[in-house]
C-alpha cells in the first residue's frame, strides 16, 4: 500500500507590487487541501488534468490512444474498443514550489481524482461510461504592504479565494470497422470565492479604515464533448490509431452574489465594525461562455508490447467571458504538444514480473490560457510511469486489472516582469479493475 503525507503549508506571495517600496508579506497558513498558485486568481483558475494515470505517464497523449482494458476518458470515441467492464479511480498528490523574485514558498495537497465505469455492451461495437473528473481548482492566499513616501501612510492589502468546479457526466460511443465516434455529456457544477481587502492607516489616525469587496460565483450547466477515433490493423498485430477531440463554445449558468462593504479597525482589538455597505447584490444571473478546445493525436503501437504517440490540444480563449465581460488576465489562446509512449516487456510472463510490468515515459511543452504584464505563461514537464498487472488467471494474460503510477515533473510561468514561476511535482496512483459483465459465457 502506498501512503501520502499531506505537510504543513505557508504561502503565497502576491504577483506584482507596482507601487514605491512596496514589501510582499506572508499571510496566516492557508488549507492543507489546496494548492496554493497565485495564477488561480484569474478566470476559473487551474484547469484539471482529466487525464488517467496511465496516460499522464505517457506526457499525457490522450486523443489517439485506445486500449482494450484501459478506459481513456478524454476522448470518448475510444470507449468502443473496449473488450471488458472496465473501472478505474485514482488519487492525486501534489507539491507546488512558488517563487517571485527571491521570495519561495510550497505547498502540498493530497486529493481524490477521477474515477470512471466504462461497460462494453456490444463488443468492439458499443459502450458506455459513467464517470466524475475535476474541472479546475482555486487557491490564493496573500497580501501586500505599501508605505506611501509622500505622507508615511500605510496600505495593507489582501487577496484571497477558494473554490473548485466539477464534471460529472454519461459517455457513449459506437462504430465498426475500425472507425468510432463517441460523446461525454453531463454537467458541470461548483463555486469560486473571490475576495479583496485594503486597510488604510494614517500617520494621524489611531483607527485602520478597511474596505471589503467580495464575490461568490455558483456554476451548474450542460457540457459536451466529442471525440473520433480510428485504428487500423497492420501485419504482426501492429496498429495506427488516429483521433481527434472537440468542444464547441458552451455556456453554463451563474448566480452571483456581491458585496462591498467599508469600516474601521481600532489598533489591538480584533474584528472591524463595518460603518457603511458601498453595494451588495444578490442571486444575480449571468452565463459564463468557455472557449472551443481542439485536440488531434497519432498513435503506433503492436498489441499489448508497445505504442508511441504525439499529441496536440488547442484552445481558443478569447471568446472566455462572464456576465458578458471579457476579463483582464486571460489570454487569446492556449495550447499543449506532448509525446510519449509505453513498452512491455513480456506481456505473457507469470513468474517474471517486472518482465510484465509496463513501463512509460513522455514530455510536454505549452502556453497556460493566462496571459499577465505582456507575458505569456508557459509550461512544460516531464513523465514517467509505470503499470503493475494484476492477474484473474496466473496461468493465462487475461488481465483482471491493474495498478498504474505516474510521476510529473515541471515549471509553469517566469519571474521576469515580476511575475510568479512555479515549479511542481504530481504523483498520480490509480486502480483499475477489469470484469466480465454483459458478456455471453460459452456453455461447458
Do not use: C
Request: aromatic share 14%; hydrophobic share 35%; net charge positive.
Amino acid at each position: 500500500m502506498y501512503k501520502h503525507k499531506a505537510l504543513a503549508l505557508s504561502i503565497l506571495t502576491t504577483l506584482a507590487v507596482s507601487s514605491a517600496r512596496a514589501q510582499t508579506t506572508y499571510t496566516n497558513e492557508p488549507k492543507s487541501d489546496r494548492i496554493n498558485s497565485p495564477y488561480t486568481r484569474f478566470g476559473i483558475g487551474n484547469l484539471s488534468d482529466n487525464r488517467s494515470a496511465a496516460l499522464r505517464g505517457m506526457g499525457g497523449i490522450a486523443n489517439g490512444y485506445a486500449k482494450e482494458y484501459t478506459i481513456n476518458a478524454y476522448n470518448p470515441a475510444s470507449y468502443t474498443y473496449l473488450l471488458r467492464t472496465t473501472f478505474e479511480f485514482a488519487f492525486d498528490a501534489q507539491s507546488n514550489n512558488v517563487r517571485i523574485g527571491d521570495d519561495r514558498t510550497r505547498s502540498n495537497t493530497v486529493t481524490i481524482g477521477h474515477f470512471n465505469l466504462a461497460m462494453p455492451l456490444k463488443k468492439q461495437n458499443l459502450a458506455i461510461n459513467i464517470g466524475y473528473m475535476p474541472f479546475s481548482k482555486v487557491y490564493y492566499n496573500s497580501q501586500d504592504s505599501l508605505t506611501i513616501p509622500a505622507t508615511g501612510d500605510k496600505i495593507l492589502q489582501k487577496y484571497n479565494g477558494e473554490g473548485n468546479l466539477n464534471f460529472g457526466y454519461l459517455g457513449i460511443s459506437g462504430g465498426a470497422k475500425g472507425f468510432s465516434i463517441g460523446v461525454n455529456g453531463g454537467y458541470v457544477f461548483g463555486n469560486i470565492r473571490n475576495s479583496s481587502y485594503i486597510n488604510f492607516l494614517g500617520t494621524d489616525s489611531l483607527s485602520t479604515r478597511v474596505s471589503d469587496y467580495s464575490q461568490k460565483d455558483i456554476y451548474g450547466g450542460l457540457f459536451f464533448k466529442a471525440g473520433l477515433m480510428y485504428k487500423a490493423s497492420l501485419k504482426n498485430n501492429q496498429y495506427i490509431s488516429i483521433g481527434a477531440t472537440g468542444t464547441l463554445s458552451q455556456r453554463i449558468n451563474i448566480t452571483r452574489d456581491q458585496y462591498y462593504v467599508a469600516g474601521t479597525q481600532p489598533p489591538y482589538s480584533g474584528a472591524p465594525v463595518v460603518t457603511d455597505t458601498v453595494s451588495a447584490v444578490y442571486g444575480q444571473k449571468g452565463k459564463m461562455e468557455l472557449p472551443s478546445e481542439f485536440g488531434f493525436g497519432v498513435h503506433y503501437g503492436k498489441g499489448a508490447s508497445y505504442d508511441f504517440g504525439i499529441d496536440l490540444v488547442y484552445a481558443d480563449w478569447s471568446n472566455f467571458k462572464r456576465f458578458g465581460t471579457t476579463e483582464s488576465g486571460i489570454g487569446q489562446n492556449a495550447y499543449r504538444v506532448a509525446l510519449g509512449g509505453e513498452i512491455t516487456p513480456n506481456t505473457k510472463a507469470t513468474k517474471q514480473y517486472l518482465s510484465a510490468m509496463t513501463y512509460r515515459l513522455g514530455a510536454y511543452m505549452g502556453k497556460d490560457y493566462v496571459y499577465l504584464n505582456n507575458t505569456a505563461i508557459n509550461y512544460y514537464g516531464l513523465t514517467l510511469g509505470t503499470q503493475l498487472p494484476l492477474r484473474s488467471n496466473l496461468n493465462t494474460d487475461e488481465q483482471g486489472g491493474a495498478l498504474n503510477l505516474s510521476l510529473d515533473m515541471g515549471n509553469r510561468g517566469t519571474i521576469n516582469n515580476g511575475m510568479a514561476s512555479e515549479f511542481f511535482v504530481k504523483f498520480t496512483v490509480g486502480l483499475r479493475i477489469n470484469a466480465h459483465w454483459f458478456q455471453r459465457r460459452p456453455y461447458q
